[in-house]
């Protein structure tokens, strides 16, 4: 009996022991609270969306400008118009040349070609007869070319022209007609010139006009060159004639200098924001010129901007030259708005300069610059501005499957003087091409867009009151998932004016105008 | 199986405040304490209790523990949902345990001298609703209201030994006293102490403010023992038992329990302050990482916890007392009790009315004593004694408390039961 109760009590024990000692896990279950929090109070401010950089410039006030200043987007320097009342061509017409043209002639080309080597060696010696199939008639017209200016009207100077005798051989006899173009012709005669001579002849440029011209053409009408029959002469590649023109004293009435055309180096990144449309209140537009010189006469052109998809708008300019001093011409209000309403991203020039100086007004080493002066203040009116900033987000490690619902109320405290649709683009930068999702804050009382409405301006279009909105974001569950995995959070913002209290109210846009996004969570997830 | 442990267990301890008003002897039902039973009985000198099996537990649960505890496939779930649900105004949780490692007495000319180690392992914990759903249900009950949290929040435990040297002596025909000395060494004690805890939480929808915002303000304490040296945290106590025969039927009796304190060396942690969050403000140019972080230095700094370490505090024990009038039957078979005791609790005091009914049967040398008590747990508590005497010298004790938790355990606030096992010779 004995032996049965210690068996029994044993078993029990060891019963009592394996139990005991089992582990057990502790569950707790129906602990699902519903939790209300403030969470955030963002603060977002226009500088922070327009950031005060390259052009993007604010003024003692903080309003917003798109300023830029440049006093040298064209330089003209002294050595170009010095080079132009100095014009000094020089040019060599070699016999090695006239072979070449005398190549197209089939009646005398084998006979120079059988009494030279051709190409030339650097010397050989040729029998004096071949002089005797040089004439004008194989010389074709020569051109010197200009670029320094294309339209003068000379009031003074003399074009002082040199021809040098480089033949072995006397020059008996040439006529050569020279013509600047529109239709004005010199004649130089010039007889028996002898080896290593030099003929000089001057022409008075007085009430020269020359018109849509950059070149002078010189034509040999008649060319007699000594016949020394067999006897030898020495032939280099260097042989021929070198004419060589010079202007001296000259002066103009009036000298038309191309200024070329160029992009203008203008950063207009803000623009980059805006749709078209786009309307300034006082936007100004300034080309200045600084004339170191005692020229004077003025510039004219032309400025084309384009927008970011192609369309251009042109604005003409024209301003004085005035002698020793600055000038300035300022273009403003409706003179430019077609092209801000593009509004521009790229702006280039075309432009030429109409000048009357003489070479002593040409002094100094300092250059004739040419800038400008943009000065957009963001006093818009028709506006669609599209805006970004961006949060760097951690994330969130937490078990979306433990979260029952979240709601983020918000309270959106609008001081932008425009609309403001808001948005929060959740992004994983590990997969920078989507974006996770969008999270948009529609007001509960914003009628189904959303839009927010604009803060109440005065009549200058200064924010006088703050206007709220307010909503609440029935978070889905991807929309969790997506906002506790994010590690970027874009805030998108478009400021608009089409829902303007006037739409011919103009506001002005601050760079300390703030918009502040206050958000509360209300949420339940379960702790089981 | 985690029940049917518990049940094994509430068979195996004592429930202390019945044992102090019914008869420890099966022929004698004037004796309550063990050192009258020497006293009287003249053929034993010594009484020995059975090491390390003696001991009573005693535990309350207000909502009742089987509403939102339950075990399945080897886990304890705990229903907060339930617990929330069963909640008044406040929840209370008590754990008494008493565990009698060992004990001796003997008897030297009528006087009964005893000396012995006790364990005690009281814990006590108090939420009040607002707490509890706040925590299981969260703030967004309590929008816009102020929840003010008293001191009806709050746990304690002691955990301590007692040395004790008791002298037990009858003063005459009618009166019998009966005292221990106890040298407390204390081991462990964790409380806390909310002074004024109150949240707010408003919403603020179509205004400039956030949509939510909160103010918190907050004045809690929280202490823990510092020292676990063998001299460190000592107190002392005391136990009287006070026995007045007013005739041979009718006996008036008093008995007090652990009346006494300990020296904590304790380390104490407070925090108060007050704070107004309406969301992290919050600027574009800032780092929002570092924001939260400043954020959470903000309330660290705003609710610093003030530490203290090392200070002296004296802690009352968690007294009982006792008073009870006993009124034996003619037949010396029966007898009536009827008894008022008061619990010491960290803030307040539990009052418990108790009425026992004693039938001996001699035949058996065998009692049972069904009693019927009350208190703000349990209004319906009826829990039975069982005593019997073995060959005239080895004597157990088993009692079961409130009998009815088990028929519903659903509605069952306490628990408790004991064994006494020990010998006279």
């Not at chain 1, 250059?367 to 506006?383: H, K, M, Q």
């Not at chain 1, 969008?438 to 509960?444: C, K, P, R, Y």
């Amino acid at each position: 009996m004995m032996r049965v109760s210690r068996v029994i009590i044993t078993f029990f024990l060891f019963i009592i022991g394996f139990y005991a000692c089992q582990k057990d896990g502790v569950e707790i279950q129906g602990w699902s609270p519903e939790l209300i929090s403030p969470i955030i109070n963002a603060t977002i401010t226009m500088s922070d969306l327009i950031p005060e950089r390259g052009t993007t410039e604010y003024d003692e006030n903080n309003l917003i400008h798109l300023a830029f200043r440049s006093d040298e987007i064209y330089v003209l320097p002294s050595e170009l118009l010095l080079d132009i009342t100095g014009l000094n061509l020089d040019t060599m017409v070699t016999i090695e040349q006239l072979v070449v043209i005398a190549q197209d002639d089939a009646a005398i080309a084998p006979f120079i070609n059988s009494l030279l080597d051709f190409p030339f060696p650097p010397n050989q010696e040729v029998v004096g007869a071949l002089f005797g199939y040089l004439n004008a008639d194989i010389i074709e017209p020569f051109y010197f070319q200009f670029d320094e200016f294309s339209d003068a009207a000379f009031n003074s100077g003399n074009l002082e022209i040199e021809i040098t005798n480089n033949l072995p051989v006397i020059i008996e006899n040439v006529e050569i007609n020279i013509s600047p173009g529109s239709g004005v012709y010199w004649d130089v005669d010039i007889v028996d010139l002898s080896p290593e001579e030099t003929a000089v002849h001057i022409i008075d440029l007085s009430n020269l006009n020359i018109t849509t011209s950059s070149s002078i053409e010189l034509d040999i009408e008649t060319l007699t060159i000594e016949n020394v029959g067999a006897e030898m002469v020495e032939l280099t590649p260097q042989t021929g004639f070198e004419f060589s023109f010079a202007i001296t004293d000259v002066g103009f009435d009036n000298i038309t200098l191309p200024l070329g055309g160029d992009t203008v180096d203008v950063d207009l990144a803000l623009f980059e924001d805006f749709d078209s449309g786009l309307r300034l209140k006082h936007p100004r537009f300034t080309i200045n010129i600084d004339n170191p010189f005692g020229l004077s006469g003025d510039i004219s052109g032309q400025l084309i901007a384009f927008s970011q998809y192609g369309e251009s708008e042109s604005l003409d300019v024209e301003v004085g030259i005035d002698p020793n001093s600055t000038s300035s011409a300022t273009y403003e209000d409706e003179e430019i708005e077609g092209v801000i309403e593009l509004p521009p991203s790229v702006i280039e020039y075309e432009a030429h300069a109409s000048m009357s100086f003489s070479a002593g007004d040409i002094y100094g080493e300092d250059p004739l610059r040419l800038g400008v002066d943009i000065d957009f203040p963001l006093d818009v009116n028709a506006a669609n501005l599209s805006l970004k900033d961006t949060i760097i987000f951690n994330g969130i490690n937490y078990d979306i499957a433990k979260i029952k619902r979240m709601l983020l109320h918000y309270n959106f405290v609008n001081k932008f003087p425009l609309g403001t649709e808001f948005s929060l683009v959740l992004h994983d930068s590990l997969n920078p091409i989507t974006n996770l999702d969008t999270l948009e804050f529609i007001g509960s009382g914003n009628s189904g867009n959303n839009i927010i409405n604009p803060a109440i301006v005065n009549e200058s279009g200064n924010v006088i009151d703050s206007v709220i909105s307010s909503g609440v974001l029935t978070m889905t569950d991807s929309e969790i998932n997506n906002l506790i995995n994010t590690n970027k959070i874009i805030i998108d913002i478009t400021l608009s004016s089409a829902d303007s209290q006037d739409q011919d109210q103009y506001v002005s846009i601050y760079s300390d105008s703030e918009c502040l996004l206050k958000v509360g969570l209300e949420t339940e997830f379960t702790l089981d | 199986m985690i029940k049917k442990i518990g049940f094994i267990l509430v068979f195996l301890v004592s429930f202390h405040a019945l044992y102090g008003q019914i008869s420890l002897e099966s022929n004698n039902l004037d004796i309550s304490i063990k050192e009258e039973l020497l006293m009287r009985d003249t053929s034993s000198f010594h009484l020995v209790q059975i090491p390390l099996l003696s001991f009573d537990i005693d535990m309350y649960s207000k909502p009742g523990i089987f509403t939102f505890f339950e075990t399945r496939h080897n886990s304890i779930l705990i229903d907060l949902e339930a617990y929330n649900y069963h909640v008044d105004d406040f929840s209370i949780h008590l754990v008494d345990i008493q565990n009698s490692l060992l004990y001796y007495a003997f008897e030297n000319r009528q006087n009964v001298y005893s000396f012995g180690l006790t364990h005690r392992f009281f814990f006590e914990s108090s939420f009040s609703s607002e707490l509890v759903s706040l925590i299981v249900d969260g703030n967004y009950q309590y929008l816009n209201q102020t929840i003010t949290l008293d001191d009806n929040n709050y746990i304690s435990l002691c955990n301590y030994f007692s040395l004790f040297f008791g002298y037990t002596k009858s003063i005459n025909e009618q009166f019998l006293l009966s005292t221990k000395f106890k040298l407390i060494k204390g081991v462990a004690e964790i409380g806390t102490n909310n002074h004024n805890f109150s949240f707010l939480f408003n919403d603020n929808f179509e205004t400039v403010n956030n949509p939510f915002s909160a103010e918190i303000n907050t004045d809690i304490e929280y202490f823990i023992n510092s020292d676990y040296h063998l001299l460190s945290n000592l107190g002392f106590a005391t136990d009287v038992y006070l026995d007045y025969n007013y005739n041979e039927m009718l006996t008036f009796y008093t008995k007090i329990s652990d009346l006494g304190f300990i020296l904590w060396d304790e380390n104490q942690y407070s925090s108060q302050g007050y704070f107004q969050f309406e969301g992290l403000d919050y600027e574009l140019d800032q780092l929002l990482s570092s924001e939260f972080n400043h954020l959470q230095d903000t309330l660290i700094d705003i609710f610093d916890i003030k530490e203290t370490f090392n200070v002296q505090r004296l802690r009352m024990l968690p007294f009982n007392i006792n008073l009870g009038v006993k009124y034996t039957f003619d037949d010396q078979l029966s007898q009536l009790n009827a008894s008022y005791a008061i619990q010491k609790l960290y803030n307040s005091f539990l009052h418990t009315g108790r009425f026992s009914y004693v039938r001996y049967f001699d035949k058996y040398d065998f009692s049972m004593i069904p009693s019927y008590s009350f208190n703000k747990f349990n209004y319906l508590n009826f829990s039975v004694f069982l005593n019997k005497r073995w060959s005239n010298s080895f004597y157990t004790n088993f009692w079961l408390d409130n009998l009815l938790g088990f028929i519903n355990p659903a509605n069952n606030r306490n628990m408790g039961g004991g064994v006494d096992l020990y010998i006279l010779f």
